[in-house]
């Protein structure tokens, strides 16, 4: 399932977009914007695969929004204008659609989407930095590598260059992102709680509106991934 937003400044033009994405069976609709400024607010919090996005819009252009991702997700243009091809070409974006947009033609940028998605996720399994095998895991961290049990993590933060794993004894650091955890730890025994938190089910304590207590530290659960948790809490109660 691709995670997605579409951002334009036609309400009727968003209307379109929802109504697209959500005939596309892979694609999943996380929100619509009518200005730049709120997505950006939006995926700063909360996680996305692929962006639909207007280039002329008031106040931050479509152009300026992407350029302004350290780590931008892939980006379909939704446009008017085909002056801006070139642009897009050079920022690397899944492809670039001319409003108005025949569905036939946005169903075949989802699939382009769709397989550079899963290029990305097969090219980065092999640069991991962790091993996983068995109950535990080898981490790549400065100059050695650290064995941990799967057990004794009690979560999962991830910083602005590193994530770091909590163990009831020193925490310990790599470069690995938090969402090559997500993707190959059990899925029956952690789970994602917010864009900068994996926790262990086994380790929490208590569960309060949106926080999760462990080991004393209170770990916020964000709205993105509020349903899924609840919906494992209550499978297992």
Not at 37 to 45: M, Y
Not at 135 to 153: A, S
Not at 155 to 164: G, P, R, V
Request: proline content about 5%.
């Amino acid at each position: 399932m691709i995670k997605c937003i579409a951002v334009d400044d036609e309400p009727l033009a968003l209307e379109i977009l929802e109504d697209y994405i959500r005939k596309v069976p892979f694609l999943q609709l996380a929100g619509k914007f009518e200005n730049a400024a709120n997505a950006l607010r939006f995926i700063q919090e909360e996680p996305v695969d692929l962006v639909f996005l207007d280039i002329k819009m008031p106040d931050i252009t479509g152009i300026q929004f992407l350029k302004s991702l350290k780590y931008p997700p892939m980006v379909i243009f939704t446009t008017a204008y085909g002056e801006y091809a070139l642009d897009g070409f050079n920022l690397d974006v899944v492809d670039y659609l001319l409003k108005p947009v025949p569905f036939e033609r946005f169903l075949k940028a989802a699939a382009k989407a769709g397989e550079t998605f899963t290029a990305n996720q097969q090219k980065a399994a092999p640069s991991d930095t962790a091993t996983f095998a068995n109950d535990y895991i080898f981490i790549k961290t400065e100059y050695k590598i650290i064995k941990i049990n799967l057990e004794d993590i009690l979560f999962i933060e991830a910083l602005k260059d590193y994530t770091k794993i909590y163990t009831p004894n020193l925490p310990v650091l790599t470069l690995r992102s938090l969402k090559s955890f997500e993707t190959r730890l059990p899925a029956d025994k952690f789970i994602r709680v917010h864009r900068s938190y994996l926790v262990s089910l086994n380790k929490i304590n208590s569960v309060e509106k949106n926080t999760v207590m462990i080991a004393n530290q209170s770990i916020p659960i964000s709205d993105g991934y509020r349903d899924r948790f609840y919906d494992l809490i209550n499978r297992n109660s």
